[in-house]
Structure formats: structure tokens, C-alpha cells
Nanobody
Framework: QVQLVESGGGLVQTGGSLRLSCAAS??????????MDWYRQAPGKQRELVAA???????DYADSVKGRFAISRDNAKNTVYLQMNSLKPEDTAVYYC???????????????WGQGTQVTVSS
């Protein structure tokens, strides 16, 4: 069982920055083999993928955050980060961390979610 704990959310003005962290623990497989994602969910909206980083370090971003957000990981600290710059009111949401652990051959996958951290961007 993998436990994920997010931190770093808060209230920031438009144009400001925040850095979210997600610390993983409890895995018998090792953090370095996990694909890690950041999702967000705004009130009344579906949860959406914001950024992803694979176990090999490949990164991908939602179009809405490209050029403003950066995902990174520190395998030595079992932590994934989301640096958010040039924040906009529409970035306001609860941000969730997700870990994906694939079986050998990627036949199956186990996914784990954190509890989320609130990000509020004031106009």
C-alpha cells in the first residue's frame, strides 16, 4: 500500500507562485518505479490531469498549464513536485497527487491517491 501526502497549497494572488510537494511512503517496489501525476479538481468540475512524470523522467502537461507549471521528482526523497508560476484564478482547485505502480510487463496497474491540497488564486 502506498501513502501519498501533499503539501504546499495555499492562497496566492494572480501572477504568484506555489510549489506543491507529494511525499510517498509504504511502497515495497520503490518510488523510482512509479509514474507520478498531479491532478486538480475545481468546484463543480471533473478532476483533470495537470502534469505527469514517468518513472523514466518523461514529462507531460495539460495545455492550460504548459509554460507555467513544471513537474519534477526526487527519487532519493520519494517526492514529486509541482512548481506553479504565473498563477491564474482558473488554477484554483484541490490538487491531488497520484501514483501508478505497474506489474511486470505492465499488464496491470495499481493506483494510489493523496488527500489533496487546496490552491486558491485570488484576482
Amino acid at each position: 500500500q502506498v501513502q501519498l501526502v501533499e503539501s504546499g497549497g495555499g492562497l496566492v494572488q494572480t501572477g504568484g507562485s506555489l510549489r506543491l510537494s507529494c511525499a510517498a511512503s509504504g511502497s515495497t517496489f520503490g518510488f523510482n518505479v512509479m509514474d507520478m501525476d498531479w491532478y486538480r479538481q475545481a468546484p463543480g468540475k471533473q478532476r483533470e490531469l495537470v502534469a505527469a512524470i514517468s518513472s523514466g523522467g518523461s514529462m507531460d502537461y495539460a495545455d492550460s498549464v504548459k509554460g507555467r507549471f513544471a513537474i519534477s521528482r526526487d527519487n532519493a526523497k520519494n517526492t514529486v513536485y509541482l512548481q506553479m508560476n504565473s498563477l491564474k484564478p482558473e488554477d484554483t482547485a484541490v490538487y491531488y497527487c497520484r501514483a501508478s505502480v505497474f506489474s511486470l510487463g505492465r499488464a496491470t496497474v495499481s493506483r494510489y491517491w493523496g488527500q489533496g491540497t487546496q490552491v486558491t488564486v485570488s484576482s
